[in-house]
C-alpha cells in the first residue's frame, strides 16, 4: 500500500518543482499565489465520504490474507471445483472486512475532528485594508495577522512590530523543544516603527527573500527589501507555530510559511506504519503456510489421480464426472476443491481476532487508575492499538531528559555564602537531618513580596540577611541584579518572573524571599526592594552568558555613585579568574561545590568586583571600538571580558535543584534489572546530563569508568571510542562481528546483526552533540559507536539535536535488530518518537506536539515500568499464547480432513457438516480464545514488579517463534491423527443398542467434531494460567453453544424449512445418545491430554522458567508489598554542574539596548580584605542506592 500511494504521490507532484528559495510579498495575494505556496490548512485525515468504501477497500485488499480468501471465496461459486457452501467463507471474510473498516473509519473520523479544531481557529488578518477575522485554514503566505497575548502562533512569521518596548515579544516554546521558560523576540527597527498604525503596516510592501522550508528550529536566514533597504533576518525576528504568545498585548507578523511548509510540521519527521516483530512473523508463517497447503493439496490431488487410475473407473456408474470432463482436467479442479477444504490453515479469523485482542489490550492501559496523574489529571492513553505486545519486547530506551526524567521546575535548594553552607538541617550531633514534607519551613511573612509557593528549612540563613551581615546580603543583591529576567506585575505586589531559563528564575525567586525583591527594568536601569527600601541601580552593560563563556556579568552603579561588577558563571570558570586572595575561601566552597554535585543539584559560582570610574571610561572606549570593528569583532570583544572579569572576590556559591520526577530513580532500576538499557538523548549540556545521569542511578561511583567522547575531529572520535572499547574488553577485535541473515517475505530483507561483546566490568559512555554527528557520518565510525556504546551499562548523549536523536534510534535498530522504546515531551522528541518502534510521550505542561506523535502517552515517567513490565509484558504473553492455541486448533481441525482423503478416494469431501466448518472460528472457539487473550496473566502485577527477569522471555522472543511454531504445528498433527483415528477405529463395527448400525458418514462427522472441539477446549484449559468468570463462561458457554446449534441443525423442524441446506436429520440425536459415543470421547480427550501434560511436567521438574520459579514461590509466599518510593542517598563528587543558564545565547543586548551609560567615581563594595571563614559545618557523605 505504501508503494502505491508513494507513487500516486509522486504523479501529482510531477509538475512541482523543489523549491530552493522563498520569495514573500507583504499584502500581495496575487504574487505570492502565482508561487503554489501551501496554504495553512492542516490535514492528517486519509479518506473523505466518497473515497472511504473503495479505498478502505482497497487497502484491506491489498493484505495477502484478504486477497487469498476473496480467491477462494471466487472459488467457491465455481460448481465445479466447490466442495463447500458459499457462505463458509463469504460470511467469515464480509465479517472481518467490516470489523477492519469501522475500526478504520473511527480513527480517520478522530483525525477528522483533529484537524477541523486546528483548522478552524481564527486569527485576525489584513485584508483589504482592515483587520477580518479569518479561519487558520484560510491563511495564506504573504498575509499580515495580528497575535495578542496567550494566542497561539498561526504560521511562521516574520515579526513586523509589538506592543511592548524595543519591538520585544516574549514567546512560550513548549510545543517545539519541551520548554517552559520564556524567549524574547525582537522586530527589526525599520519595521517597529509601524507599532499599531493599520494604515502604515496595510500599505507595507516588504519584499522577502529567504531560505526554503526545512526542518532547522535554530536558524533562519533571509533578508528583507524595504524601500531598497536590504536588512539582514535572523532566527530572532521569526516567530515559528506551536509558540505562544506570553505578555505581549499585541504583535503584527508576516507569514513566510504556512500548514505542512512550517518548522513545526517540517520536523514531525515522516509517519512510518509500524509493524509489530510478531505481526512480521506471521506474515513469514502464513506465507510458510500457504507452501504447506499447497503441497498437502498437491499431494491429496496425487493420491486422487492414482486412486482414479486403480478404483475410480468401479465408482462411475455410481459417481459419474462431469460432462466433457477427462481425467487430467477432473484432477487439475481437484487440486483446487482441496485449496477450498484445508483453506482453514490460513484462518481468516485468524487477523480480526488479532486486532480486537490488541484493541482490548490498550483499553486496559486506558483504564489503568494506577497510570493516571491525580494532579494534572491526565490518565494513560494508548494512542495507537496495534503495538501492545511489542510492549514486552523492549530492549532499549531512548529517553530525553528536561521534562521526562526531570520536572523542569527548579528550586533554590542550599548555598555557601562566604565559606557558610546553608540549606540543611543538622541535629544536637551535627548529623543532617532529612528533609520531608513535614520540616518545618522559613518563615518569609516579614517579606511582604515574598513568593508564597519558595520553600526553604535553614533559619539561620534569614538570620544572617536580617541581621545585615555584608556578605549574605552581597550574595542575594547579586542574585536580584545578575539576570535577563522580565517582571511583570499585574496587580499590586502580585509579581511573576518570566526567565530565560527555569534557574535564573529560581535564582531571583529565592533574593525575593530573602529580602532583595527585584521589582522593575528598563534598558538602564534595574530597580530592587532591599528590606522594604526601593533601591535603583543604573545598569551600565551586561556582559551575556554563552556557550564559550559560560558566566554573566553586570555593571550597574548604586544611588551612592559605586560601580560594581557582578557575575556569576560555572565554579571552573570562576575561580579562573579569582584575586589571590580567595585561596582559602575557593577551597571551602570547592568542598561544598562537590557536595552539592554529589546531591545532583545544579551549581554557580557569584563573584564581585569594584571598578574604578576612570579606567570604566577607557574601557567603554576600547569597548565601542571592538563593537565596530570589521575584522575579529568577536575575538576582540572577548579579550576586554576577559580584562575586566579578572581579579574578582569570591562571594560562594548556588546550588539549583532540577527535580526528578517521582519514581524516576527506582523505575530506572527496575528497567535495569530486567534487562533493558537506557540511553539518555538531550540537548543539555554535558555537566546537566551528567549529573542528572548520577541523580537517576544511571551514573554510578562504583562503576569501573565513565568515558567521555568529546573530540572535535572524526580522527580522535575514532580513538576515544576504540581506547574506551579496548579498556571494556582487551581482547576485542578491531572489526566487528556482523552476523548476515534474510528476513521479511521470501526472504528478500537481508540484515545484518552487530553481535553482543563480554565485558567485564560496569562502564558509562558520555558523548557531546559534536562528536556524535561526527561519529554517524562514516559508517565505520557509526559501528564503533555502536559497538562501544553497547557494552555500557549507560549511555549519555549531550547537546544532541531532533534529527541526531533519530539517527541514534535508527542505527540501534539497523544493527541490533533490538526492538525500542523512545519517550519524550517536545517537540525535538516528535523525530527520535516516530523512528523508534514504540513512541511514548509524556503529556504535561510542556506542550502536547510529541503526545499528537506517541503511540503511548501518560503524565509521569515512573509509569513507564508499569507499561512494560506489567501491560508489555502480559500483552506479550497473551498473544503468543492466543497465537499458539489460535494455530494448534485450525491445524488440528484441517489436518483431520487430511486423514480423511485416504479413506474418501480423494474425492474433497468434507469429515464435518458445513454449518460446523462456517462457526468453527467465527462460533465456537471464537471467545474461549479471546478470554485467554485478554484476561490470562502468568503472575499478577505486583510479581511483575517484585522480579523484574520475568520480561527476559520477551525480550528473547521465546514464547512465540518460529522453532515454536513447528512444535505447534507437530503438536497439532498428532492430535489431528488422534481425533480422526479413534472414532474411527471405535466406530467401525459398533452398532447401537437396538442392534442398528451408526457408523455412517453424519454419525461419524458429529462423533469427530464433537472429539475435536472438546479435545481444543480440553487444551485450552491446561494453557490458561489465570481463571476469571469470563474465561469460565466463554468455554463453557461456546460448548453448550456447539450442542445447541447441533441438536437444532439435526432437528425435524428445521430440516423441513431448508432441506437442502440441513441435510444431517436425527443424526445427532441418534449418536450422542449412545454410551459408547461417550466413551470414545473421554478416550480420545485422554490420549490427546495426556502426553502434553507429561512432557509438561518434566519440563517443570527439570528445566523450569523463570516464570515457573516464580509461580512456585507466589503460591509458596504471601503477595508482595508494594515497592516503596526510596529516598535517593546523598553522594559525593567533584563532578558537577558548572552552570545554570539556558542553552542559547543570552539576551542582554536586547534588555540593555546596547547602550552604555557614562561611568562615575565610586566606592568598595566592602573591603577588599576576604571574608573571615565562618565556622565550618559538620557533613556527611553517602554513595548512591545501587
Known amino acids: 500500500m505504501g508503494c502505491a500511494s508513494t507513487h500516486f504521490a509522486r504523479l501529482l507532484n510531477r509538475g512541482k518543482q523543489e523549491e530552493t528559495e522563498r520569495l514573500v510579498r507583504a499584502n500581495d495575494r496575487t504574487f ?8 495553512n490548512a492542516i490535514k492528517t485525515s486519509k479518506y473523505n465520504l466518497f473515497s472511504f468504501l473503495p479505498l478502505n477497500l482497497f487497502e484491506q485488499f491489498f493484505r495477502l490474507a484478504n486477497a487469498y480468501f476473496l480467491f477462494l471465496l471466487v472459488l467457491q461459486v465455481i460448481p465445479q471445483v466447490s466442495s463447500l457452501a458459499w457462505y463458509t467463507t463469504a460470511v467469515p471474510l464480509i465479517f472481518v472486512l467490516a470489523v477492519t473498516a469501522l475500526k478504520d473509519a473511527n480513527d480517520d473520523i478522530n483525525r477528522h475532528k483533529n484537524d477541523t479544531l486546528v483548522n478552524s481557529r481564527t486569527v485576525n488578518v489584513f485584508a483589504d485594508g482592515q483587520l477580518q477575522k479569518v479561519e487558520w485554514s484560510n491563511v495564506q503566505v504573504g498575509d499580515i495577522i495580528k497575535l495578542e497575548s496567550n494566542h497561539f502562533v498561526t504560521a511562521d512569521l516574520l515579526l513586523l512590530s509589538t506592543s511592548e518596548p524595543l519591538n520585544l515579544v516574549y514567546v512560550e516554546t513548549a510545543e517545539l523543544d519541551g520548554e517552559t521558560n520564556l524567549k524574547v523576540k525582537q522586530a527589526l527597527t525599520v519595521t517597529g516603527e509601524m507599532g499599531h498604525d493599520l494604515e502604515r503596516l496595510a500599505a507595507f510592501k516588504g519584499e522577502v527573500r529567504c531560505e526554503p522550508p526545512n526542518n532547522r528550529l535554530d536558524k533562519f536566514q533571509g533578508t528583507l527589501n524595504l524601500d531598497d533597504q536590504m536588512v539582514a533576518l535572523d532566527n530572532d525576528k521569526i516567530l515559528l507555530r506551536g509558540c505562544t504568545v506570553r505578555n505581549t498585548e499585541w504583535c503584527f507578523g508576516l507569514v513566510l510559511f504556512a500548514g505542512p511548509d512550517t518548522k513545526l510540521m517540517q520536523n514531525s519527521g515522516k509517519t512510518v506504519f509500524k509493524r509489530t516483530s510478531v505481526d512480521q512473523l506471521m506474515n513469514i508463517l502464513v506465507l510458510s503456510i500457504f507452501g504447506v497447503l499447497a503441497v498437502l493439496c498437491t499431494i491429496l490431488t496425487v493420491g486422487n489421480f492414482l486412486w482414479e487410475e486403480s478404483d475410480g473407473e468401479a465408482f462411475t456408474s455410481f459417481l459419474p464426472r462431469l460432462p466433457d470432463t477427462d481425467l487430467s482436467l477432473s484432477v487439475f479442479l481437484l487440486f483446487w476443491s482441496y485449496v477450498i477444504v484445508l483453506n482453514t490453515l490460513v484462518p481468516i479469523s485468524l487477523y480480526v481476532s488479532v486486532e480486537f485482542t490488541r484493541l482490548c489490550n490498550s483499553f486496559f492501559i486506558d483504564w489503568d487508575r494506577k497510570m493516571y496523574h491525580v494532579k494534572s489529571n491526565t490518565p494513560a492513553q494508548a494512542r495507537t492499538t496495534t503495538l501492545s505486545e511489542e510492549l514486552g519486547q523492549i530492549e532499549y530506551i531512548f529517553s530525553d531528559k528536561t521534562g521526562t526524567l526531570t520536572q523542569n521546575i527548579m528550586t533554590f535548594n542550599r548555598c555557601s555564602i562566604g565559606g557558610t553552607a546553608y540549606g540543611e538541617l543538622l541535629d544536637f550531633n551535627g548529623q543532617r537531618l532529612e528533609i520531608t514534607e513535614n520540616t518545618r519551613k522559613v518563615d518569609f511573612s516579614w517579606n511582604k513580596l515574598a513568593d508564597p509557593t519558595f520553600v526553604f528549612h535553614d533559619d539561620s540563613l534569614v538570620e544572617a540577611v536580617r541581621a545585615e551581615q555584608q556578605e549574605a546580603q552581597a550574595f542575594f543583591r547579586l542574585l536580584a541584579l545578575c539576570h535577563t529576567v522580565m517582571p511583570e506585575e499585574k496587580t499590586e505586589g502580585k509579581l511573576f518572573y518570566q526567565a530565560q531559563s527555569p534557574d535564573e528564575g529560581a535564582l531571583v525567586t529565592a533574593a525575593r524571599n530573602f529580602g532583595f525583591v527585584f521589582r522593575y527594568r528598563t534598558p538602564e536601569s534595574i530597580t ?11 545598569l551600565l552593560a551586561v556582559l551575556d552568558f554563552n556557550n564559550v563563556r559560560k558566566r554573566m556579568s553586570v555593571i550597574v552603579r548604586n544611588p551612592k555613585g559605586q560601580l560594581t561588577l557582578y557575575c556569576k558563571g560555572a565554579d571552573t570558570i570562576i575561580f579562573e579568574r579569582l584575586h589571590p586572595s580567595c585561596q582559602q575561601l575557593k577551597k571551602v566552597t570547592t568542598r561544598h561545590l562537590n557536595e552539592y554535585a554529589g546531591d545532583g543539584l545544579r551549581t554557580l559560582a557569584l563573584a564581585y568586583k569594584d571598578l574604578d570610574e576612570d579606567y570604566m571610561v577607557e574601557w567603554r572606549r576600547r569597548h565601542h571600538e571592538a563593537s565596530i570593528s570589521m575584522e575579529e569583532r568577536e575575538e576582540k570583544l572577548d579579550k576586554l571580558y576577559e580584562e575586566i572579569e579578572s581579579d574578582l572576590l569570591l562571594l560562594g556559591a548556588t546550588a539549583v535543584e532540577d527535580k526528578l520526577q517521582d519514581g524516576v530513580p527506582q523505575t530506572i532500576e527496575q528497567l535495569a534489572k530486567a ?12 555537566e546537566t546530563a551528567e549529573n542528572i545521569g548520577y541523580s537517576c542511578n544511571m551514573l554510578r561511583d562504583e562503576m569501573d569508568d565513565i568515558f567521555i567522547v568529546a573530540a572535535s575531529t572524526s580522527e580522535d572520535v575514532g580513538e576515544e571510542l576504540r581506547k574506551a572499547r579496548k579498556k571494556m574488553s582487551p581482547g576485542s577485535s578491531d572489526e566487528p562481528k556482523i552476523s548476515k541473515s534474510r528476513s521479511g517475505l521470501l526472504w528478500l530483507q537481508e540484515i545484518q546483526t552487530v ?12 558523548i557531546n552533540g559534536h562528536s556524535l554527528a561526527l561519529a554517524l ?17 549507560t549511555v549519555i548523549c549531550c547537546r544532541v539535536t531532533p534529527l541526531q536523536k533519530a539517527q541514534v534510534v535508527q542505527l540501534v535498530k539497523k544493527y541490533k535488530q533490538a526492538v525500542t522504546l523512545a519517550i519524550g515531551d517536545g517537540a525535538n522528541d516528535v523525530s527520535m518518537i516516530k523512528a523508534a518502534h514504540i513512541g511514548v510521550g509524556i503529556s504535561g505542561q510542556e506542550g502536547m506536539q510529541a503526545v499528537l506523535s506517541s503511540d503511548f502517552s501518560f503524565a509521569q515517567f515512573r509509569y513507564l515500568q508499569r507499561l512494560l513490565l506489567v501491560h508489555g509484558r502480559w500483552s506479550y504473553s497473551r498473544m503468543c499464547s492466543f497465537l499458539r492455541y489460535f494455530f494448534f486448533k485450525n491445524f488440528t481441525f484441517t489436518m483431520v480432513h487430511f486423514w480423511y482423503a485416504f479413506f474418501c478416494g480423494f474425492s474433497a469431501q468434507t469429515v464435518y457438516d458445513e454449518w460446523f466448518i462456517t462457526m468453527y472460528n467465527t462460533v465456537y472457539t471464537a471467545l474461549p480464545v479471546l478470554g485467554l487473550s485478554l484476561f490470562d496473566q502468568d503472575v499478577n502485577d505486583r510479581w511483575s514488579f517484585q522480579y523484574p527477569q520475568l520480561y527476559g522471555p520477551g525480550q528473547k522472543n521465546i514464547l512465540f517463534n518460529k522453532k515454536v511454531f513447528l512444535r505447534c504445528v507437530l503438536h497439532s498433527c498428532f492430535t489431528s491423527l488422534l481425533v480422526f483415528f479413534i472414532p474411527w477405529a471405535a466406530m467401525q463395527d459398533t452398532v447401537r443398542d437396538d442392534g442398528k448400525d451408526i457408523a455412517d458418514y453424519q454419525s461419524f462427522a458429529v462423533l469427530a467434531q464433537t472429539c475435536l472441539l472438546v479435545v481444543v477446549s480440553v487444551q485450552l484449559c491446561l494453557d490458561t494460567n489465570y481463571w476469571t468468570a469470563v474465561n469460565q463462561f466463554f468455554i463453557w458457554g461456546s460448548l453448550a453453544a456447539y450442542f445447541a446449534v447441533t441438536f437444532t441443525m439435526c432437528s425435524n423442524g428445521i430440516y423441513f424449512i431448508l432441506t437442502s441446506a440441513f441435510p444431517f436429520v ?11 459415543v461417550w466413551l470414545t470421547i473421554l478416550l480420545t480427550i485422554f490420549l490427546c491430554v495426556l502426553p502434553v501434560v507429561a512432557i509438561r511436567f518434566v519440563y517443570l521438574l527439570l528445566w523450569p522458567s523463570v516464570t515457573d520459579k516464580v509461580r512456585h ?11 516503596p518510593l526510596r529516598s535517593r542517598p546523598k553522594r559525593f563528587s567533584t563532578r558537577r554542574s558548572g552552570y545554570a543558564f539556558s542553552h542559547s545565547q543570552g539576551y542582554g543586548d536586547l534588555v540593555t539596548s546596547q547602550k552604555f551609560l557614562r561611568p562615575k567615581k565610586r566606592l568598595a563594595l566592602f573591603p577588599r580584605d576576604e571574608p573571615a571563614l565562618a565556622q565550618n559545618r559538620p557533613q556527611t557523605y553517602s554513595t548512591i542506592l545501587e
Open 528 to 538: 530592587v526592594m532591599e528590606a522594604g527600601q526601593k533601591v535603583v541601580y543604573e
Open 755 to 766: 553481535e553482543e561483546e563480554k565485558v567485564d566490568g560496569q562502564y558509562g559512555l558520555i
Open 32 to 39: 505570492n499565489l502565482s508561487h503554489r505556496y501551501a496554504n
Open 1113 to 1123: 514461590k507466589m503460591h509458596e509466599e504471601a503477595l508482595p508489598a508494594p515497592t
Open 675 to 686: 534487562d533493558i538499557k537506557i540511553w539518555v538523548l538531550t540537548g543539555d549540556k554535558q
Open 777 to 793: 557520518e562514516e559508517p565505520d565510525l557509526q559501528l564503533e559507536l555502536l559497538r562501544t556504546a553497547c557494552m555500557c551499562q
Open 1066 to 1076: 436425527g443424526t445427532a440425536g441418534n449418536s450422542l445418545n449412545q454410551p459408547n
